[in-house]
């Protein structure tokens, strides 16, 4: 009986550390899951942030992706009321209707109403639609404040969710409020209409945004890659202050970063190959920077935008 006893204690025993090992097991399993989760989702949205922030650099000088835009022109305003009523005047002639038929109180209606009409003409604003070829050295280079502070207010929206899943992942408190500061710093600086001010606010943010990155992410050519484009955009916020200086220190660098990836021999065949690319036109930046033209650094910087979001 005893031993009947010991051996039903041995099994409910082992019965009870096998439930707590799946326990511990399915616990573990659903923390990982749900932190890969989301770290998945706050890469996507660093990825959003990022789009965002370039097309915002890209605003400021008018630098497009697409080779045509569609161009809208006024061509004023058409009245037709005058139109209209010759043509129901023929219409009811050819119905074979005559206006004597009309009663006097008829009449008298009608002139009140034709008057309210001739008061109340319709106007139709007329639009022309066309392709034009875009590029840098045709294109204006006015900014479109309007379009750029619409977007930054929209942006509003999506930022403290954001925030929040960075906060999940980093746990860098103060790292976060910065960004959260410097994102007002930016909408202040589009909100006066300040190129040179607007540049550097975007360049701090974006710096704060790649040391999300650098936490973040766990592939490292994507920090590589991340940290280039950083360079990139430095020296392309330097423009207008024409220090062809510190631009090319701000090429070598990107170019220095970016050699990294020549090596990786993880990447498949069509990323070698446009990571060669890149590297080619990131030491072709340099000639442009020699040259101290800027139209010829904005249409390199274009194109090897184009193909870095492309790696």
């Known amino acids: 009986m005893k031993k009947s006893l010991k051996i039903l204690f041995y099994v409910i025993t082992v019965f009870i550390v096998i439930l707590i090992g799946f326990g511990i097991y399915y616990a573990v399993h659903s923390t990982n899951k749900n932190d890969e989760q989301i770290q998945s989702k706050v890469i996507s949205e660093i990825e959003y942030i990022d789009e965002k922030l370039i097309s915002f650099f890209n605003d400021m000088n008018n630098v497009e992706y697409e080779n045509y835009k569609l161009v809208v022109q006024e061509l004023g305003t058409t009245n037709n009321s005058k139109e209209d009523q010759k043509l129901s005047e023929s219409t009811n002639l050819a119905n074979g209707e005559s206006q004597t038929k009309e009663s006097s109180n008829n009449q008298s209606q009608n002139t009140s109403q034709g008057s309210l009409a001739t008061n109340s003409e319709s106007k139709e604003e007329t639009k022309k639609y066309s392709m034009e070829e875009a590029g840098i050295l045709v294109d204006s280079k006015d900014i479109n404040w309007e379009k750029l502070q619409t977007q930054v207010e929209n942006l509003y929206i999506s930022i403290p969710t954001i925030t929040l899943d960075i906060y999940k992942v980093t746990k860098n408190q103060e790292e976060i409020l910065k960004f959260n500061s ?23 943010l974006y710096e704060t945004m790649n040391n999300f990155v650098t936490q ?59 990571i060669n690319k890149v590297y080619i036109m990131l030491n072709e930046m340099l000639s442009a920077v020699e040259k101290q033209d800027q ?8 194109n090897l935008l184009e193909d870095l979001n492309n790696i």
């Open 182 to 204: 410097q994102f007002d710093e930016l909408t202040q600086a589009m909100k006066t209409e300040n190129k040179e001010e607007t540049l550097s606010k975007l360049v701090n």
């Open 216 to 274: 973040v992410s766990k592939s490292d050519n994507e920090k590589i890659i991340s940290q280039t484009k950083l360079n990139i955009l430095k020296a392309y916020s330097k423009l207008d202050s024409k220090n062809w200086q510190e631009i090319a220190n701000d090429i070598q660098t990107a170019t220095k970063n970016f050699e990294i990836l020549l090596t990786d021999i993880e990447v498949s065949e069509q990323k070698q190959y446009t």
């Open 295 to 302: 139209d010829v650094f904005l249409i390199k910087y274009k």
